[in-house]
Each structure stands twice: as structure tokens, then as C-alpha cells.
Nanobody, 118 residues
Framework: QVQLVESGGGLVQPGGSLRLSCAAS????????MTWYRQAPGKERELVAL????????NYADSVKGRFTISRDNVKKMVYLQMNSLKPEDTAVYYC???????????WGQGTQVTVSS
């Protein structure tokens, strides 16, 4: 059974930090590109950060560059999002996603809420 389970969300003050985790199971994690998305109330889901299957390359939305860092551990089957200098506009539900385009497979997690507020 394929599962992506996010954790680490919560309430944090502006300027604070959070580390999100996504635990994968039920598929060959090391073969999948992993991405973090977020969706704020009333807005479309947007890509936040991406990491290639081996972890050799990353990409970020302009709005989070220099503040967020994506990483992965293919042994533990985990992907992380370190979020620093958080802003109220970072408030959203954060989702992790796994993609393996060559076989047209895509999986989503259930999301974790991040709220940045004083």
C-alpha cells in the first residue's frame, strides 16, 4: 500500500522555523522525484520545492528561495522541508508528492497545516 505521510506542521511566529517531514512507503522511493506543494485558503496549489530522485538537484519557487531547503534520505525513505524566516504568507497546507513520469505514477500525501501568525 502506497503511503506518503507528512508531519511537522503547526503554529509558528513570523521569523520562526519549522521542519516538515514526509515518510514514504509502498513504492520504490529512490526512483521518484519528490516535491513539496502548498495550498493557501482560496488559492491554487503551488509547487514549493523539488528534489530529484538521487538528491543531486533541487528547485524552488521564487517566493521561498533562500529560506526553504528540501532534502531527502533514500535509505529512510524520507523527504524534508526546512523552512526558515517564515512569513504569514507561508500559511498553507503543505503536501508532499512523489512522481515517476516514465511509468506515469504519482502519489500525494494528506497534507500538514502550517500557520505563521503572531
Amino acid at each position: 500500500q502506497v503511503q506518503l505521510v507528512e508531519s511537522g506542521g503547526g503554529l509558528v511566529q513570523p521569523g520562526g522555523s519549522l521542519r516538515l517531514s514526509c515518510a514514504a512507503s509502498g513504492f520504490t522511493f529512490s526512483s521518484y522525484v519528490m516535491t513539496w506543494y502548498r495550498q493557501a485558503p482560496g488559492k491554487e496549489r503551488e509547487l514549493v520545492a523539488l528534489i530529484t530522485s538521487a538528491g543531486s538537484s533541487t528547485n524552488y519557487a521564487d517566493s521561498v528561495k533562500g529560506r526553504f531547503t528540501i532534502s531527502r534520505d533514500n535509505v529512510k525513505k524520507m523527504v524534508y522541508l526546512q523552512m526558515n524566516s517564515l512569513k504569514p504568507e507561508d500559511t498553507a497546507v503543505y503536501y508532499c508528492r512523489a512522481d515517476r513520469n516514465i511509468i506515469n505514477r504519482r502519489f500525494w500525501g494528506q497534507g500538514t497545516q502550517v500557520t505563521v501568525s503572531s
